[in-house]
């Protein structure tokens, strides 16, 4: 494993995950667990990683004149467990 790029191909991910591709974020965690002691398995799921970005590189947003283009805004709260505010 001394001469495979893990480091340098998991810092591309990772630079790619934080400015184009937050849908990369879960395999960047895991893979940088094993940054400090590789293995064949971890690299090959890097690999299989460089390909779901291959395959998905025609993926975007489109906007169109057309329509409300109002913004729509999600959270990622639980406020089930606030007893004052729920419903």
Known sequence: ???IPYYEA???LMWLQV???PDLSFAVNIL?????NPEKP???TLKHTLAYIKATTHYGVTF???GNLDPISYIDS???DCRKSRL
């Open 10 to 12: 998991l810092g591309s």
């Open 42 to 44: 971890h690299w090959n």
């Open 32 to 36: 940088s667990r094993f940054a400090h």
């Open 19 to 21: 400015t184009t591709r």
């Open 78 to 80: 639980d406020f089930a």
């Open 1 to 3: 494993m001394k001469n």
């Open 64 to 66: 169109k004149a057309e």
